[in-house]
């Protein structure tokens, strides 16, 4: 059981760490324009919302940090 | 070659020089330490792991999972994995926190290494072997990774293991033949570049992987790194003025060990 929790524990720290944010936010991102390629939302704007959203995620985290 | 092949190369040989550097450094002060021959053969060994499982992870994916599933998945662990590395590059380039000190690391290791027991007068050294392995392991760690998800997305899992393996050779041979940690790689703006290309085409894939058509194609990969080339400067820049305004504690880079 320790070594399945320390095993979790290992990857749990090399993909999220200290900052969930950054595991989080893309994920929701990409649900967010999956949802608007179901919609019929034209390709350049989804494209565009991915890249801005993502950008944001990364500029939030950056800003938490450096406030932390 | 491919304008693809040629990013999937170098994006990889980057990634992986940085962390090549990074696990030469334990390496280095192990063999120097204690024992030569019991840390190469660690090191040696963690590289034959990391490369069947390179091997055995990468042939599987790109055998067995869709390729809509393999961006989207895939591309979603770049986004993840580049953000990262970026976001770290930005507050290091901006000075909100430490820079990684190969020099400094290499002392730690060495001051921790001396409080071990004595190294056995023949046959091997178990320490020095177990110490270099994981250290080599775990910095290898991410080379894997992105090699596998990054050549996995491009279907180029080839190039990927091509970039690595001459960032490996390159960075093992310089260090044999200087002998000393490699602290004047600019590892931050190795890190830099590279959580630029994985942010940039894990955008790009996992988008494919949702169902975008993106606009011209291919050439929206360019306008995607250049997108977060021109966010990143724009970042470090704000971090600066920030703490020139107001200050900031620096974070010790020692903290993070695999990053």
């Known amino acids: 059981m320790s070594y399945v929790r320390s095993f979790l524990g290992f990857w749990y720290d090399f993909l999220v760490g200290d900052r969930p944010e950054l595991f989080a936010g893309p994920i929701v991102a990409l649900f967010l324009a999956w949802l608007a390629v179901r919609a019929g939302v034209q390709a350049p704007i989804i494209g565009a919302t991915l890249f801005i959203l993502v950008s944001s995620v990364g500029g939030l985290s950056i800003a938490w940090a450096v406030r932390r | 070659m491919s304008s693809i092949t040629f990013v999937t190369i170098v994006s990889s040989f980057l990634a992986s020089s940085v962390e090549f550097v990074e696990a030469v450094t334990i390496v280095l002060a192990v063999g120097v330490t204690r024992q030569w021959r019991s840390a190469l053969i660690g090191a040696f060994a963690a590289l034959v792991a990391l490369a069947l499982l390179v091997g055995i992870f990468g042939t599987a994916i790109i055998l067995f999972v869709p390729i809509d599933v393999v961006r989207l998945v895939v591309g979603g662990f770049l986004i993840i994995y580049g953000l990262q590395w970026l976001t770290r590059a930005v507050l290091r380039a901006g000075g909100a926190m430490a820079k990684r000190d190969e020099a400094a690391v290499y002392e730690r290791e060495i001051s921790a290494l001396q409080d071990e027991p004595p190294v056995p007068s023949s046959g091997m050294d178990w320490i020095s072997f177990t110490v270099a392995a994981k250290g080599v392991l775990l910095e290898g760690l991410e080379v894997a990774f992105i090699v596998v998800t990054f050549g996995a997305s491009a279907g180029m899992l080839g190039p990927a293991a091509l970039g690595a393996a001459v960032a ?65 400067i724009l970042g470090v820049y704000l971090v600066r003025t920030h703490i020139s305004n107001w200050g900031v504690r620096v974070v010790e880079a020692s903290r993070e060990p695999l990053r």
């Open chain 2, 168 to 232: 490996g050779a390159l960075v093992l041979g310089i260090a044999f033949l200087v002998h000393r940690p490699l602290s004047a790689v600019p590892e931050n703006g190795l890190k830099f570049a590279v959580g630029v290309m994985l942010t940039g085409f894990g955008t790009f894939w996992a988008g494919e992987g949702v169902g975008i058509d993106w606009p011209a194609g291919d050439a929206a990969i360019l306008a995607l790194l250049a997108g977060y080339v021109v966010l990143a």
